[in-house]
């Protein structure tokens, strides 16, 4: 069964550094057939694709948090990560790390969310 569970919530002042981990088991994050993703929900918006990687390692970013925010990952810890920094208000909203085929439009699998709160 696959599992990723998100862990790194916080309320964090306008500035301020934040990491959060996702942890995977049951399937292997170096699956070169999937890509890998961070993506947030902010209150009465659309969920928002801010980061994602792929098998190779190539990242991308979404322009709100370029410069800002890293996404990378630890293929032996089966573990995906995403350095904040420099935070916003605006970035507060609940963050999911998330996997899809690299042929898929759709995201097959997701955690349950964190929640992060940027605010002074």
């Known amino acids: 069964q696959v599992q990723l569970q998100e862990s790194g919530p916080g309320l964090v002042k306008p500035s301020e550094t934040l990491s959060l981990t996702c942890t995977v088991s049951?399937?292997?994050?170096?699956?070169?057939?999937?890509?890998w993703a961070w993506i947030r929900q902010a209150p009465g918006k659309e969920r928002e694709v801010v980061a994602r990687?792929?098998?190779?390692?190539?990242?991308y970013y979404t322009d709100s948090v370029e410069g800002r925010f890293t996404i990378s990952r630890d293929n032996v810890k089966n573990t995906m990560y995403l350095q904040m920094s420099n935070l916003k208000p605006e970035d507060t909203a609940v963050y999911y790390c998330?996997?899809?085929?690299?042929?898929?439009?759709?995201?097959?699998?997701w955690g349950q969310g964190t929640q992060v709160t940027v605010s002074s």
């Open positions: 998330a996997a899809k085929l690299a042929s898929r439009i759709g995201y097959n699998y």
């Open positions: 049951g399937f292997s994050i170096g699956d070169k057939y999937y890509h």
């Open positions: 990687i792929r098998s190779g390692g190539v990242t």
